[in-house]
């Protein structure tokens, strides 16, 4: 995992350059995550990997004048990049389905979730914040 995180982070880095902002989900803080890695050792390593590619990200993009942020990673599955409705049962996590209940958008959970973290991004590049709750 750890070459492999090399390579990922040099790859980015190296495509995207200066003035990028990487937007990755802050997974350490969540007492859910916490909680699931206690039971079940699975998610002890995707999470160990998870933090150490955002180290090497953050590293190696300092070194070419990109930045990172890490932002709150509540709802950014579970919200519609469409119409912004906010709901549990918009994704179908075990099918990696996402299916707005209120628009009808549909699309793959994980590319829902890169859509809201890329707006999450541009929140943070005009108003510094990165936790801010999407609008239901
Ligand atoms: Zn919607």
Known sequence: MTAV???????????????????????TGIRGATARVRRRNRYTSVSWAFYQL?????????LHQARTVAVAPRYTSQTCPKCGHVARANRDKRRHRFACQRGHYRS???????????????EYRVTGATGARPQS
């Open 54 to 62: 955002r180290q090497m990200i953050e590293y190696k993009a300092t």
């Open 5 to 27: 995180n090399h390579q990922v982070s040099k790859a980015l880095v190296d495509r995207y350059g200066a003035q990028t902002v990487f937007v990755l989900e802050d997974l």
């Open 108 to 122: 793959n959970d994980d590319r829902i979730g890169g859509m809201n973290l890329h707006r999450l991004g541009i």
